[in-house]
């Protein structure tokens, strides 16, 4: 059986695919000549991670589709229940990536409450001619041991945000409509494992208590952090979406940055993905990555893999 990698695939997903028997393609295909290319080549497996689209007209079209694979864990490039209703299988990899977005998480945090963010871009134009202004600017950063994250959706992501938030000295709230508590094991280098048992909060009291809030949900049709809940935080407060575009009210967030209420900004998801705002990209009180939440070896080597095996599973 002939799969389609359309938007790539580790070597060890390769490797595992092909030891299961699978003929895997790597040609990247445009949008638009998708359908072509699945009914000239007979694919019966289409594997794709965040560009290429899975709609209705790929799925009416395309006989010989079998199995759709998302590397990842959102799936709203894909008509996952259509696709459903016509007899073919959707599969992602919700816990493959979960520890290297959570790793993102912190490499905003940290080098936000440090001002990273903002003195990579000033010492390149400025640090050998303004070299102690620089340091006074950024001279009063803040630690993240003994404050409070509040985390927004605690699924499997959410929960490695917490296990590291622990491990390094920090209180954690979350809220989620489904997990109402949580038993979180922490493991070490050395095999030893502790436990932390936490229970969830009201929405309103992680806005008000913490003082950094991080929302990872799915995609959802109107904003979870607008106006109303951005008055309720506390003043300075940080803010980051890692998750998905339109989470996050945008103009809302900038403005609240502008009169301090917000005191930064980490961001990985956009509303207009893939074209961002540019007032989100020029303000420096925001640090930017282009959606690489999951974009690290060791997460797509596991997708790889575990792709691999679930469409084995399948045909098996």
Do not use: W
């Not at 709609?55 to 395309?62: E, F, G, L, T």
């Not at 079998?66 to 008509?79: A, E």
């Not at 390149?124 to 003994?146: H, I, M, N, R």
């Amino acid at each position: 059986m002939k799969v389609l990698a359309n938007d790539g695939i580790s070597e060890s997903g390769i490797d595992k695919l092909e030891e299961y028997g699978f003929d895997v393609d790597l040609t990247k295909v445009a949008q638009e000549q998708l359908i072509d290319y699945i009914n000239t080549n007979s694919i019966s497996t289409l594997l794709v991670r965040s560009a290429t689209q899975v709609r209705k007209d790929i799925i009416d079209s395309c006989p010989s589709l079998k199995i759709i694979g998302r590397g990842g864990v959102g799936m709203d490039n894909i008509d996952v229940e259509y696709a459903k209703s016509k007899g073919l299988h959707v599969i992602n990899t919700p816990a493959a990536s979960s520890k290297s977005v959570a790793e993102l998480v912190f490499s905003h945090l940290f080098g936000c409450v440090r001002f990273l963010h903002e003195s990579n871009r000033s010492m390149p134009l400025d640090g050998d001619s303004k070299f102690k202004d620089l340091k006074k600017s950024y001279a009063k950063g803040t630690e993240l041991s003994g404050k409070t994250i509040g985390i927004v959706g605690f699924g499997r992501i959410g929960q490695e945000v917490a296990k590291i938030a622990i491990g390094i000295g920090m209180n954690v709230l979350f809220y989620d409509k489904l997990h109402k508590e949580a038993n979180l094991i922490l493991d070490f280098f050395d095999g030893q494992s502790t436990s932390f048992k936490i229970n969830s909060s009201s929405f309103e009291d992680l806005l008000k208590e913490s003082d950094f809030i991080s929302v990872h949900i799915p995609a959802t049709d109107k904003y979870i952090i607008d106006s109303k809940e951005i008055s309720k935080m506390k003043n300075g407060v940080g803010i980051l979406n890692l998750s998905r575009g339109g989470i996050l009210n945008e103009e809302e967030l900038l403005k609240n940055i502008e009169n301090g209420k917000v005191s930064f900004a980490g961001i990985d998801t956009y509303e207009d993905e893939p074209n961002p705002s540019i007032k989100i990209l020029m303000n420096s009180n925001i640090s930017l990555t282009p959606h690489i939440g999951a974009a690290t070896n060791e997460a797509q080597d596991r997708i790889g893999v575990e792709l691999a095996d679930k469409i084995n599973d399948i045909i098996g």
